[in-house]
């Protein structure tokens, strides 16, 4: 069914003026001029095609179109502070669900959200793998993690700077491995993986060498597993946090951004 369209402003207005039975205190509660209150009462007068007040020798008056639909108004605006409360609960929920590329989970996130999960145990995390097209709305996404050359239509912050690295181990094959999203090379691959945290483990695992993100090796190459082949080379494409402006500046996006920017 079709909602027919409120004017909020002129039944806050009346609203005011209706408990202070004075254009001016309502304006001094409104923030707003005594003239304006006026203007809005009229406003409100012509779209409903009825008096609200008329002016007597002892003052301002409510006439009984206006005093009749006073209480479902007044109800009406408690309803509304409540919707909005409820709306505004959800701040202070601690779970965040978030949607990253399968191998950056297993390469780096995860161990940096089990850390974060220990500094308050009301903490909760719902990990999605990433799609090709993000949808905020439809999966009730807090933040997502993409690799790109920024943040595309949405607000976001760089993990830290691109950049990639020949990893393998030394004196192995230099057979190539390709994934999806490596970087050009006229080098044909030997073997095919379908991201880059498949990519080292192939390369861990004496299957070759392969081009990928500094930050998804880090770990891999300080333990040993892998070495790194060659010097890093900065690469326009990076480790994005990104949202909608709306969940964006949630407290529990920025405290999560905050910690993984750290």
Known sequence: MKRTLLPLNGLRVLDAAARHLSFTRAADELAVTPAAVGQQIRALEDTLGVVLFRRTAKGLELTP???????????????FEEAVRAMQAQQSSKTLTIVAPRDFTAKWLA?????????????????????????????????????????GEYEGVKIADG???????????????????????????TLGVADAGLAIDAA??????????VLLAEADIASGRVEALDE???????????????????????????????
């Open 163 to 189: 950049a990639f690295v020949t990893v393998g181990l030394l004196g192995v094959t230099d057979s190539w491995i390709g994934w999806p999203g490596c970087p050009v090379d006229d080098r044909p691959a």
């Open 204 to 213: 861990a695992n004496g299957f070759g060498r392969a081009s990928v993100p």
């Open 111 to 151: 161990k940096r959200l089990s850390d974060y999960a220990r500094t308050d145990p009301e903490l909760h995390f719902h990990l999605l793998s990433a799609d090709d097209e993000l949808d905020f709305t439809q999966a009730n996404l807090d933040l997502a993690i993409r690799l790109a050359d920024g943040p």
């Open 232 to 262: 890093p080379v900065p690469s326009p494409l990076a480790y994005w946090l990104v949202a909608p402006t709306p969940q964006w500046r949630q407290k529990k996006v920025k405290a999560l951004v905050a910690a993984l920017t750290a």
């Open 65 to 79: 179109e206006g005093r009749s639909g006073l209480d479902a108004l007044r109800a009406g605006f408690l309803h």
